[in-house]
């Protein structure tokens, strides 16, 4: 009798350990719908830093194929991604699976990234189209129509005067616009005298941008009224990363620099005198340091509050995809072909993926996932494995 009781034990035992390390694993899940990264460089200060890290191993959990090569850079939330493509549509996909939620035409390509914001995407084309439309149906809620092609990401504010949110986006038609979420009415617009390549960027009380005119414009969030403006050095294609009392962004003339907003002067440059080349990317700006591609084929990483070279990543291909931070990693795209995850302190590599057409997108990363968009016109998605 004793025996038989044994063995019975021994049976219920795996099963009652593998009930229990079920439930622990169901605990430990990550709840899709509260992954979120819902904007270029993942918030309003375009600091390009994931909230948390990444898992030791990743792997691709799937890809959705669009009609066309992917520039811009996708956005998730509400268990969704959002990602423009160069055939003209904006889709949604279910971060679980890739499934298609839905699709939504605006007849000419788009190369910026989504905004994700209160249910809501905002997106331009090149037609000069910006468009809100529903996050959960894809219908237009609103559009207004700017005189030249949008390249660049929306972002947004909330009105300290009313607590009205607004979104704000530059053009090629040299201006940068400011609209409020909910109507699309026109708050006001400021006009530069070049095209304005990338997303401003914000710290609830200014805006700031770069542009081909060469300079950082630094705006008032109220009015667009002129607070003042930096000489760069060169035509700015990327963002602007906002930290403190600084701004960080790359430019043409193969310089990474740090200005100061409040002192509206440049704080210091960093050039790398060995292999010298333009900046594309848009930097991501951690505690201590900042990171940016180059179109020498590098990842740099520099002191923040020096500029001195700290390491330097050597791909096969431009890097103009813009890195982002999590935890102790960076996650980078390369025209090479491949996704990169880079140890922060040392510059090693630690994981590659080959993708195998170029990477322009920049990633977006929360709660142990990645994803991208391709040359290839997928749009790839990465985590851990289980």
């Not at 991604?81 to 889709?91: E, H, I, L």
């Not at 947004?156 to 940068?176: A, H, K």
């Amino acid at each position: 009798m004793r025996k038989r009781k044994f063995m019975a034990l021994l049976l219920i035992l795996p099963i009652l350990f593998l009930s229990c390390a079920k439930e622990e694993a169901q605990e430990e899940a990550v709840d899709i719908t509260d992954v979120s990264w819902p904007i270029f460089r993942g918030d309003p200060a375009l600091s390009g830093v994931a909230k948390n890290g990444l898992p030791e191993k990743l792997g691709l959990l799937w890809s959705f194929q669009t009609d066309s090569w992917i520039i811009g850079s996708p956005v998730m939330g509400l268990g969704r991604v959002y990602s423009g493509s160069s055939d003209g549509k904006v889709y949604a996909l279910n971060l679980s699976d890739g499934e298609k939620v839905w699709e939504f035409d605006t007849k000419d390509d788009i190369e910026a990234s989504p905004l994700l914001l209160n249910e809501a995407v905002y997106v331009g084309n090149l037609s000069g189209e910006f468009y809100c439309l529903d996050a959960n149906t894809g219908q237009v809620r609103w559009e207004y129509k700017c005189d030249n092609s949008i390249y660049g990401s929306a972002n947004w504010v909330i009105n300290p005067q009313n607590q009205r949110t607004w979104v704000m986006v530059g053009s090629y038609d040299n201006r940068l616009y400011c609209f409020d979420a909910e109507t699309g009415e026109l708050n006001w617009s400021y006009e530069t005298d070049n095209y304005i390549n990338g997303a401003p960027s914000t710290d609830g009380e200014h805006v700031l941008f770069g542009g081909c005119d060469e300079l950082l414009h630094i705006l008032s969030v109220l009015d667009g009224r002129k607070i003042g403006e930096v000489w760069a050095g060169s035509y700015i294609p990327g963002s602007a990363a906002l930290a403190g009392d600084k701004a960080y962004l790359g430019h043409y003339d193969s310089k990474l620099v740090c200005i100061d907003r409040k002192e509206k002067k440049i704080n210091w440059e960093y050039f790398d005198k060995e292999n010298p080349d333009a900046f594309f990317s848009s930097p991501a700006v951690g505690k201590d340091r900042v990171l940016i591609g180059s179109r020498n084929d590098s990842l740099h990483c520099v002191d923040r509050k020096t500029g001195e070279k700290i390491w330097i990543f050597q791909t096969r291909d431009d890097i103009d995809s813009s890195p982002v931070i999590a935890g102790e990693k960076v996650v980078v795209g390369s025209l090479d072909g491949r996704l990169y995850i880079v140890d922060l302190n040392s510059g090693k590599e630690l994981w590659s993926y080959e993708i195998g057409a170029p990477l322009f997108s920049c990633p977006a990363v929360d709660s142990g996932f990645v994803v991208i968009g391709s040359d290839d016109g997928r749009i790839y998605a990465f985590g851990e494995k289980t």
